[in-house]
């Protein structure tokens, strides 16, 4: 059973950073591309980044681009979003997400795996 835990989200002013985490068990986390993905309240779900099994390959989605960094430790199954300059249109709940491939994907139909989410909220 893949489970999914996002954890550092919060409230922050505009400008400042956070660093969210998403721990990863049930399989072996190295195998398998990640993701993470946003959603603001009466939106759609939305790309934020991807990560390949070996961090060979990532890609950005065009607003998050230069201020968020998708990385990941497979010593320790985590995944992490480091998030800087953040404005007020960042404030969405953050999903991880990840499914069969070892590749990133940017599409959402790519993951079957969801943690809970957690809520980052960017004050102006």
């Known amino acids: 059973q893949v489970q999914l835990v996002e954890s550092g989200g919060g409230l922050v002013q505009a400008g400042g950073s956070l660093r969210l985490s998403c721990a990863a068990s049930?399989?072996?986390?190295?195998?398998?591309?990640m993701g993470w993905f946003r959603q603001a309240p009466g939106k759609e779900r939305e790309f934020v980044a991807a990560?390949?099994?070996?961090?060979?390959?990532?890609y950005y989605a065009d607003s998050v681009k230069g201020r968020f960094t998708i990385s990941r430790d497979n010593a320790k199954n985590t995944l992490y979003l480091q998030m800087k300059s953040l404005k007020p249109e960042d404030t969405a709940v953050y999903y991880c997400?990840?499914?069969?491939?070892?590749?990133?994907?940017?599409?959402?139909?790519?993951?079957?795996?969801w943690g809970q989410g957690t809520q980052v909220t960017v004050s102006s």
């Open positions: 990560i390949s099994g070996n961090s060979g390959s990532i």
């Open positions: 049930g399989r072996t986390f190295s195998r398998y591309g």
């Open positions: 997400a990840t499914g069969s491939g070892f590749y990133s994907s940017s599409r959402l139909r790519d993951y079957g795996y």
